[in-house]
Each structure stands twice: as C-alpha cells, then as structure tokens.
T-cell receptor, first 117, second 111 residues
Framework: GAVVSQHPSWVICKSGTSVKIECRSL??????MFWYRQFPKQSLMLMAT?????????EQGVEKDKFLINHASLTLSTLTVTSAHPEDSSFYIC?????????????FGDGTRLSIL | AQSVTQPDIHITVSEGASLELRCNYS??????LFWYVQSPGQGLQLLLK??????LVQGIKGFEAEFKRSQSSFNLRKPSVHWSDAAEYFC?????????FGTGTRLLVSP
C-alpha cells in the first residue's frame, strides 16, 4: 500500500532554532502534499498545501514566513519551522496524494512531535 | 462548503460488543467520504472511503460504513470490537483537494 514517511518522529530543541521536517512518499509520486498541525485531543488543522515545483498555498492565519514549505521533487516535501518558540510546540502531520489520478485518498505520515524549550 | 460533524466526543464499548460511530456530512452533491483512525502519537490510517456506487463500504480491520443520503450520514460500524481498536476516529470529506475533518471520536474499549 501507499506509504508516507515522515522524519523526524520527535524533536526537542531550544527556542530560536529552526527545525526541518521531511515528508516522503515512498512508493508513489505526489504532486500535492499537505501539512497539518494537531493540538492535544483536537482534530487536524490544515496549515498548507504543498505543490511540487511551485509555491505552497497557506491557509488563513498561517504565517508563511514562519512555516516554510519546499516541495522540490515528486516524493519529498519539507516543512521548516523558523525561529521556533514554545507556542510552536505541537504535533505536525503530513499527507500525500498519489498523482496517478482518479479519486486517490490522502495517505498520512506518522507525524512529528515538536517540543520547543 | 463541505463539512462533517461527529456528534460523539468519546464512546466506551465493551470488548466484543458492536460499535457504531456517527458522522454527518453537509454537501449538496454526492460527497467523497473517508474514515481514518489515529492511535496515540501516530499519524492517520485510512480505514475506508466512499466515492460512489455501493452505499455499504468495506474497509480494513473489519470496519464498514454505510452512506445514507436521506440522513446525510456515513456511520462507521464494526460487529465485534477488540481492545486494539481503542483510538481516535476521524470522519472526513474533501473540498478542492483538501480534506475536511470532523472533530473526532475517541473510542475506549472496556474489558
């Protein structure tokens, strides 16, 4: 089945540093990937849609300069949390949709738990 | 805009008992509907999806869901719950490629 790999699974870092999270589709190509944020005991909040070869589309209220997204290939999208602060601590999840067409569902990575000290 | 509602925040079911998790959608045309499951600290796994055709959809892990247009519902069912089914369940629909999630239902399984 379709597999999405997300790395790292857990990261702890000091306030002010930047953190990069990778999302890879392992056995399919994805022109579109999605980045979500999830607070404890809440649903997923879509942050942005990552488009291969073009700029990401951010949801309202999400700072594009804070959350940098790069989708340089058909199998990799990265989310960089710049100058991270404790309020950025959260669970970040990516998903990818197979580009072969049709009504392909999104497949999710296992998430990255980010803790900013 | 498309949306889904999960009216139950959490449900407790005895192991071996049947399960039904509710999901109501809001969309004029036939929606694309999904059920995902999330174990603690992990990503989401697709259980099943409905696009068109047969209104009773079979998924993985013994789950099924039935699309009922008259009730605007897409409830998830399982005839006999196992302790390993304890998790958070999300109903979702799509709009302009984006997934729109419900607020989730936490399933607790008692011995």
């Amino acid at each position: 089945g379709a597999v999405v790999s997300q790395h790292p699974s857990w990261v702890i870092c000091k306030s002010g540093t930047s953190v990069k999270i990778e999302c890879r589709s392992l056995d399919f190509q994805a022109t579109t990937m999605f980045w979500y944020r999830q607070f404890p005991k809440q649903s997923l909040m879509l942050m942005a849609t990552s488009n291969e070869g073009s700029k990401a589309t951010y949801e309202q209220g999400v700072e594009k300069d804070k959350f940098l997204i790069n989708h340089a290939s058909l199998t990799l999208s990265t989310l960089t949390v710049t100058s991270a602060h404790p309020e950025d601590s959260s669970f970040y999840i990516c998903s990818a949709r197979d580009s072969t067409g049709g009504n392909q569902p999104q497949h999710f990575g296992d998430g990255t738990r980010l803790s900013i000290l | 805009a498309q949306s889904v509602t999960q009216p139950d925040i959490h449900i407790t079911v005895s192991e071996g008992a049947s399960l039904e998790l509710r999901c109501n959608y809001s969309y004029g045309a036939t929606p694309y509907l999904f059920w995902y499951v999330q174990s603690p600290g992990q990503g989401l796994q697709l259980l099943l999806k409905y696009f068109s055709g047969d209104t009773l959809v079979q998924g993985i892990k013994g789950f099924e869901a039935e699309f009922k247009r008259s009730q605007s519902s897409f409830n998830l069912r399982k005839p006999s719950v196992h302790w390993s089914d304890a998790a958070e369940y999300f109903c979702a629909t799509t709009g302009f490629q984006k997934l729109v999630f419900g607020t989730g239902t936490r399933l607790l399984v008692s011995p």
